[in-house]
């Protein structure tokens, strides 16, 4: 797995965006007070793939997943990203918890 870090908010929206409307499903998402306001977090998954999403008001966006789909992204989207350390996604406040995976999977079933 590979980091993508300092994705501009604006590119990361994009690509969230983006990928759903190809069939790319969220399975996590972080549900705060501050939810898209301070911090962001969320899961795509289609089929064995997954990709994580974290946002911060002060950081901007990361991005993990497999170098072959962050290889994709890059080409479909038209970007060049910067790899290093996660800085959001180790954040253990916006990362769901098994409650709050439970709540999620109840909300996509109705």
């Known amino acids: ?13 994009s ?3 983006g990928l759903r409307e190809d069939g790319w499903k969220m399975s996590n ?9 301070d911090y962001d977090f969320l899961v795509l998954r289609k089929g064995e793939n997954s990709i994580e999403f974290a946002w911060g008001n002060w950081f ?3 991005i993990k997943a497999e170098e072959e789909l962050l290889q994709m992204i890059q080409e479909k989207f038209n970007l060049r990203f910067t790899f290093g350390e996660a800085t959001l996604l180790d954040l253990s406040e916006i990362k769901p918890s098994g409650l ?11």
């Open 60 to 62: 901007e966006g990361e």
């Open 15 to 17: 690509i969230v965006e």
């Open 100 to 110: 709050q995976r439970l709540i999620n999977w109840f909300r996509k079933k109705r």
């Open 29 to 37: 998402k972080y549900l705060g007070f501050d939810a898209g306001i």
């Open 1 to 13: 797995m590979k980091i993508a870090t300092d994705v501009k908010t604006a590119d990361w929206n």
